[in-house]
């Protein structure tokens, strides 16, 4: 059971870290979800910068030792995404583009909410 909620962790991790870069995308059609957006996007800096640990790498870290494996080795991002969905030398490329998208989502929801819709005129 322990492989199995090391799993579904893994999973809603993976699904945070998309909600971060791309939920301000969200806040297009729904406005209101920027400011939880905000929240995520401010803990995933928070995590990243500070030595903060995150609340789902520790949950699994704990479903993992249960299984007898030890902890993710470096933390979630260095063992799953940095030098295996991207080189490790390109982690500041990725890092400026991640920011990149996060303005481009933020001034898109900035000016969808400044900007009346056609059915509210």
């Not at 870290?17 to 979800?33: E, K, T, V």
């Not at 990725?94 to 059915?119: D, E, Q």
């Amino acid at each position: 059971m322990a492989g199995v909620l090391a799993g579904a962790t893994m999973v809603v991790h993976f699904i945070a870290l998309l909600y971060i870069g791309l939920g301000g995308f969200l806040a297009w059609r729904w406005p209101r979800s920027i400011f939880l957006h905000v929240f995520f996007a401010a803990w995933g800096v928070l995590v990243n910068v500070f030595p903060v640990p995150c609340p789902l790498t520790a949950l699994e870290n704990h479903f993992r030792r249960q299984q007898g494996l030890g902890d993710l080795p470096g933390g979630f991002n260095e063992h799953y995404i940095i030098g295996v969905l991207f080189p490790a030398d390109y982690i500041h490329v990725v890092a400026i583009g991640a920011l990149i998208v996060l303005i481009v989502s933020y001034v898109g929801a900035y000016l969808r909410w400044r900007t009346p819709t056609v059915a509210a005129r």
